[in-house]
Protein backbone atom coordinates (compact mmCIF):
# COMPACT_ATOMS: atom_id res chain seq x y z
CA UNK A 1 0.00 0.00 0.00
CA UNK A 2 1.16 3.74 -0.64
CA UNK A 3 0.62 5.91 2.20
CA UNK A 4 1.08 9.96 2.34
CA UNK A 5 2.21 11.57 5.70
CA UNK A 6 1.50 15.11 5.98
CA UNK A 7 3.26 16.81 8.76
CA UNK A 8 5.63 19.27 9.58
CA UNK A 9 7.01 17.53 12.57
CA UNK A 10 9.91 15.95 11.50
CA UNK A 11 10.98 13.65 14.55
CA UNK A 12 6.92 12.57 14.41
CA UNK A 13 6.97 11.78 10.44
CA UNK A 14 10.18 10.06 10.87
CA UNK A 15 8.70 7.63 13.64
CA UNK A 16 5.48 7.24 12.24
CA UNK A 17 7.36 6.95 8.72
CA UNK A 18 9.53 4.14 9.80
CA UNK A 19 6.65 2.09 11.39
CA UNK A 20 4.92 2.17 8.53
CA UNK A 21 7.84 1.39 5.79
CA UNK A 22 8.53 -1.19 8.39
CA UNK A 23 5.04 -2.87 7.79
CA UNK A 24 6.10 -3.08 4.55
CA UNK A 25 4.39 -0.18 3.12
CA UNK A 26 5.43 2.91 -0.03
CA UNK A 27 5.17 5.83 2.13
CA UNK A 28 5.68 9.50 1.18
CA UNK A 29 6.38 12.48 3.24
CA UNK A 30 5.49 16.38 2.45
CA UNK A 31 5.88 18.58 5.33
CA UNK A 32 3.26 21.65 4.00
CA UNK A 33 -0.30 21.95 2.86
CA UNK A 34 0.15 23.72 -0.66
CA UNK A 35 2.99 20.37 -1.88
CA UNK A 36 0.73 18.43 -0.28
CA UNK A 37 -2.73 19.04 -2.05
CA UNK A 38 -0.43 19.25 -5.35
CA UNK A 39 0.38 15.70 -4.49
CA UNK A 40 -2.95 14.03 -3.81
CA UNK A 41 -4.19 15.56 -7.14
CA UNK A 42 -1.60 14.11 -8.79
CA UNK A 43 -1.06 10.79 -7.37
CA UNK A 44 -3.00 7.71 -5.96
CA UNK A 45 -2.95 6.77 -1.80
CA UNK A 46 -4.59 4.01 0.13
CA UNK A 47 -4.07 6.07 3.45
CA UNK A 48 -3.22 9.96 4.02
CA UNK A 49 -1.71 10.70 7.40
CA UNK A 50 -2.59 14.45 7.89
CA UNK A 51 -1.35 16.79 10.90
CA UNK A 52 -4.19 20.02 11.00
CA UNK A 53 -1.50 22.36 11.64
CA UNK A 54 0.68 22.88 8.67
CA UNK A 55 2.01 25.78 6.76
CA UNK A 56 0.75 27.23 3.63
CA UNK A 57 -2.47 25.54 3.95
CA UNK A 58 -4.60 24.13 6.98
CA UNK A 59 -5.03 20.77 7.43
CA UNK A 60 -8.72 21.24 7.99
CA UNK A 61 -8.57 23.08 4.10
CA UNK A 62 -6.52 20.67 2.79
CA UNK A 63 -8.84 17.65 3.98
CA UNK A 64 -11.77 20.31 2.37
CA UNK A 65 -10.53 20.08 -0.80
CA UNK A 66 -9.91 16.70 -1.12
CA UNK A 67 -13.27 15.36 -0.32
CA UNK A 68 -15.16 17.86 -2.76
CA UNK A 69 -13.05 16.05 -5.48
CA UNK A 70 -14.86 13.11 -4.30
CA UNK A 71 -11.48 11.01 -3.38
CA UNK A 72 -12.46 8.70 -0.95
CA UNK A 73 -8.74 7.98 0.41
CA UNK A 74 -8.83 6.77 4.28
CA UNK A 75 -7.80 9.99 6.26
CA UNK A 76 -6.12 9.27 9.71
CA UNK A 77 -6.34 12.42 11.47
CA UNK A 78 -2.98 12.91 13.53
CA UNK A 79 -2.95 16.40 15.37
CA UNK A 80 -2.53 18.43 18.62
CA UNK A 81 -5.85 19.74 17.87
CA UNK A 82 -7.82 17.74 20.96
CA UNK A 83 -10.48 19.92 20.84
CA UNK A 84 -13.82 18.70 20.74
CA UNK A 85 -15.35 21.19 17.93
CA UNK A 86 -11.46 20.57 16.27
CA UNK A 87 -12.83 16.67 15.85
CA UNK A 88 -16.41 17.29 15.00
CA UNK A 89 -15.42 19.27 12.26
CA UNK A 90 -12.53 16.89 10.88
CA UNK A 91 -14.86 14.20 10.93
CA UNK A 92 -17.81 14.99 9.51
CA UNK A 93 -15.63 16.75 6.38
CA UNK A 94 -14.68 13.46 5.98
CA UNK A 95 -11.76 12.39 8.00
CA UNK A 96 -12.15 8.24 8.93
CA UNK A 97 -10.19 8.54 12.40
CA UNK A 98 -9.08 11.09 14.56
CA UNK A 99 -5.99 10.90 16.97
CA UNK A 100 -4.33 13.51 19.09
CA UNK A 101 -0.55 13.92 20.03
CA UNK A 102 1.36 12.44 21.77
CA UNK A 103 -0.11 8.81 20.89
CA UNK A 104 1.39 5.51 21.44
CA UNK A 105 2.95 4.42 18.08
CA UNK A 106 1.04 0.87 18.83
CA UNK A 107 -2.40 2.49 18.66
CA UNK A 108 -1.44 4.57 15.80
CA UNK A 109 0.00 1.32 13.64
CA UNK A 110 -3.05 -0.56 15.06
CA UNK A 111 -5.05 2.48 13.33
CA UNK A 112 -3.79 2.40 10.26
CA UNK A 113 -4.03 -0.85 9.93
CA UNK A 114 -8.01 -0.73 10.65
CA UNK A 115 -8.02 2.12 7.55
CA UNK A 116 -6.15 -0.12 5.05
CA UNK A 117 -8.25 -3.10 6.13
CA UNK A 118 -11.40 -1.24 5.25
CA UNK A 119 -9.56 -0.21 1.72
CA UNK A 120 -8.84 -3.35 0.80
CA UNK A 121 -11.11 -5.93 2.40
CA UNK A 122 -13.78 -3.84 3.99
CA UNK A 123 -12.68 -4.14 7.02
CA UNK A 124 -11.66 -7.98 7.20
CA UNK A 125 -8.89 -8.83 8.82
CA UNK A 126 -8.10 -11.88 6.38
CA UNK A 127 -9.13 -12.26 2.57
CA UNK A 128 -9.95 -16.00 1.73
CA UNK A 129 -9.52 -16.30 -1.87
CA UNK A 130 -9.29 -19.51 -3.22
CA UNK A 131 -7.25 -22.07 -1.19
CA UNK A 132 -5.13 -18.56 -0.53
CA UNK A 133 -5.71 -16.67 3.05
CA UNK A 134 -4.04 -13.35 3.25
CA UNK A 135 -3.56 -11.61 6.41
CA UNK A 136 -3.40 -8.27 6.39
CA UNK A 137 -2.57 -7.13 9.70
CA UNK A 138 0.57 -9.40 9.89
CA UNK A 139 1.42 -9.30 6.25
CA UNK A 140 1.62 -12.79 5.67
CA UNK A 141 -0.31 -15.12 3.27
CA UNK A 142 -0.62 -18.68 3.45
CA UNK A 143 -2.24 -21.65 1.17
CA UNK A 144 -4.37 -23.96 3.76
CA UNK A 145 -1.64 -24.74 6.44
CA UNK A 146 1.55 -23.77 4.23
CA UNK A 147 3.17 -20.12 5.00
CA UNK A 148 3.83 -18.51 1.71
CA UNK A 149 7.31 -17.34 1.88
CA UNK A 150 6.82 -13.80 0.09
CA UNK A 151 9.37 -10.51 0.46
CA UNK A 152 7.61 -7.23 1.40
CA UNK A 153 7.75 -6.24 -2.06
CA UNK A 154 5.92 -9.65 -3.53
CA UNK A 155 3.47 -9.29 -0.78
CA UNK A 156 2.84 -6.13 -1.38
CA UNK A 157 1.95 -6.81 -5.23
CA UNK A 158 -0.75 -9.56 -4.10
CA UNK A 159 -1.96 -6.84 -1.84
CA UNK A 160 -2.59 -4.26 -4.57
CA UNK A 161 -3.90 -7.00 -7.21
CA UNK A 162 -6.30 -8.57 -4.32
CA UNK A 163 -8.25 -5.18 -3.46
CA UNK A 164 -8.89 -5.28 -7.22
CA UNK A 165 -10.33 -8.90 -7.38
CA UNK A 166 -11.56 -9.25 -10.84
CA UNK A 167 -10.41 -6.08 -12.16
CA UNK A 168 -7.36 -5.18 -14.77
CA UNK A 169 -5.00 -3.17 -12.82
CA UNK A 170 -2.47 -1.41 -15.10
CA UNK A 171 1.13 -1.29 -14.62
CA UNK A 172 1.20 2.05 -13.70
CA UNK A 173 -0.93 1.54 -10.94
CA UNK A 174 0.99 -1.46 -9.27
CA UNK A 175 4.34 0.88 -9.59
CA UNK A 176 2.58 3.47 -7.35
CA UNK A 177 1.26 1.41 -5.00
CA UNK A 178 4.83 -0.34 -4.54
CA UNK A 179 6.83 2.70 -4.83
CA UNK A 180 7.37 6.02 -2.88
CA UNK A 181 8.94 8.94 -4.10
CA UNK A 182 12.26 8.11 -3.16
CA UNK A 183 12.16 4.66 -4.63
CA UNK A 184 12.00 2.96 -8.33
CA UNK A 185 11.10 0.08 -9.78
CA UNK A 186 12.28 -0.85 -13.72
CA UNK A 187 9.59 -2.80 -15.85
CA UNK A 188 11.76 -5.68 -15.80
CA UNK A 189 11.43 -5.60 -11.65
CA UNK A 190 7.78 -5.64 -12.26
CA UNK A 191 8.13 -8.64 -14.49
CA UNK A 192 10.12 -10.53 -11.99
CA UNK A 193 8.17 -9.90 -8.74
CA UNK A 194 5.07 -10.96 -11.19
CA UNK A 195 6.83 -14.07 -12.10
CA UNK A 196 8.16 -15.01 -8.45
CA UNK A 197 4.55 -14.44 -6.80
CA UNK A 198 2.91 -16.81 -9.79
CA UNK A 199 5.08 -19.79 -8.42
CA UNK A 200 4.26 -19.10 -5.31
CA UNK A 201 0.65 -19.15 -5.76
CA UNK A 202 0.67 -22.03 -7.59
CA UNK A 203 -1.86 -24.92 -6.56
CA UNK A 204 -3.58 -21.69 -4.28
CA UNK A 205 -6.72 -21.68 -6.78
CA UNK A 206 -5.76 -18.22 -7.54
CA UNK A 207 -3.93 -16.76 -10.39
CA UNK A 208 -2.27 -13.75 -11.88
CA UNK A 209 -3.64 -13.51 -15.65
CA UNK A 210 -1.35 -10.83 -17.92
CA UNK A 211 -4.30 -9.03 -19.81
CA UNK A 212 -2.16 -7.55 -22.99
CA UNK A 213 -1.43 -4.04 -23.36
CA UNK A 214 -3.42 -3.13 -20.24
CA UNK A 215 -2.12 -4.91 -17.06
CA UNK A 216 -2.82 -7.94 -15.00
CA UNK A 217 -5.80 -9.23 -13.19
CA UNK A 218 -6.35 -11.96 -10.32
CA UNK A 219 -8.90 -14.51 -10.13
CA UNK A 220 -10.06 -16.93 -8.43
CA UNK A 221 -11.57 -20.38 -9.32
CA UNK A 222 -11.10 -23.99 -10.41
CA UNK A 223 -9.19 -23.10 -13.75
CA UNK A 224 -6.99 -20.90 -11.82
CA UNK A 225 -4.77 -23.32 -10.49
CA UNK A 226 -4.07 -24.79 -14.50
Not at 69 to 75: H, N, T
Not at 151 to 176: C, I, K, N, Y
Not at 186 to 192: A, C, F, P, Q, S
Amino acid sequence: MRILIIEDDAAIADAIGAALTGAGHAVDRLANGRLADAALRDHPYDLVVLDLGLPDVDGIELLRRLRSRADAVPVLVATAREELEERVRALDLGADDYLVKPFALREFEARARALLRRRTSQGVPELRLGDLAIDLPRRRARVGAQTLELTPREFGLLEALAARLDRVVSREQLVDALCSWDTTLTDNGLDIAVYRLRRKLDGSGVRIRTVRGLGYLLEVGDDAAA
